[in-house]
């Protein structure tokens, strides 16, 4: 699963080959509009890739589970069919492809990304702003918050999995529940872990994927159940991660293997 940290990668493999250079062609036919002009950066917002070119043109591209960009040199084998590329952009001296992606449009400004909040990745990460917006969304599971792009762009599911299990936290407490100065410690830390991964190797699961096995801080199984209007698989330990409040939790699913304090 792309998470923000992978699209940040590929973007930064992209700029070289990219970046200053003109498009010679673009396929399909509906990104023609790019041939002649000049790529001027290569962007990220969250889980967004943007390459922008210099005729106020966007290509925006969101990779979800599937999708991945390959560069190689003019004439060079593709290692994936040509049928599955959805764009090609041939520039000087390098082609570009993206396969698998099951979001490619041409946009004009930030139209289809302006309602994200800061990258997580941000050098500058502002934690106070990002506290604001994920108060200005209301009560919600603090799991579910900490997916919701609006908030902080970028965060997947393995990340927040992660950051509320480090921090003794049920997915399903209510954040209205969470100090602003917890709210804010989950997002560093997911700031900063991100980060870490982006110089490393990937760093081992504590809980995510670990159903049934034993949490590694009490030894409790973890649970798993599918949490939001997504269902994304959640992983947590009943244990460690206790309820807090009185907010009860979704009804349990099959998938479910014990239940967290009430
Ligand atoms: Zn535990």
Same mark, same amino acid.
């Given at each position: 699963m792309p998470e923000g940290d992978t699209i940040w990668r590929t973007a930064a493999a992209l700029r070289p080959r990219l970046v200053g250079r003109r498009v010679l062609s673009a396929r399909p036919a509906a990104l023609g509009r790019l041939a002649g002009a000049t790529v001027t950066a290569v962007d990220t917002a969250g889980k967004h890739l943007l390459v922008r070119?210099?005729?106020? !043109? $966007? !290509?925006?591209?969101?990779?979800?589970? @599937?999708g991945v960009w390959h560069t190689y040199a003019p004439g060079a084998r593709w290692r994936k069919p040509e049928r599955m590329a959805r764009a090609v952009l041939e520039v000087e001296g390098a082609v570009a492809v993206l396969f698998n992606a099951p979001l490619v449009e041409l946009t004009r400004h930030d139209d289809h990304t302006s309602h994200l909040g800061p990258d997580i990745l941000a050098d500058d990460l502002d934690l106070e702003r990002v506290v604001r917006r994920a108060r200005s969304l209301g009560d919600v599971p603090i799991g579910e918050l900490l997916l919701d792009q609006r908030v902080s762009a970028g965060i997947g599911n393995i990340w927040r999995t992660e950051a509320l299990w480090t921090h003794r936290i049920n997915p399903w407490r209510p954040s209205a529940s969470l100090t602003d100065d917890e709210l804010s410690a989950l997002f560093a830390w997911a700031h900063r872990e991100m980060r870490a991964h982006l110089r490393g190797p990937y760093r081992r699961s504590a &809980?995510? *994927?670990?159903?049934?096995?034993? /949490?590694? +801080? /009490?030894?409790?199984?973890? $649970? &798993? +159940?599918?949490? *939001?209007?997504?269902? +994304? !698989?959640? #992983?947590? /330990?009943? =244990? /460690?991660? #206790?309820?807090? @409040?009185? =907010?009860?939790?979704?009804?349990? =699913?099959?998938r479910q293997r014990a239940s967290p304090r009430a």
């Open positions: 070119f210099d005729n106020g !043109l $966007s !290509l925006h591209t969101h990779m979800r589970m @599937t &809980v995510h *994927g670990r159903a049934g096995r034993n /949490c590694p +801080r /009490c030894a409790t199984p973890i $649970s &798993v +159940r599918a949490q *939001g209007a997504h269902a +994304r !698989l959640t #992983y947590w /330990c009943p =244990s /460690c991660q #206790y309820q807090i @409040t009185g =907010s009860s939790p979704e009804a349990p =699913s099959g």
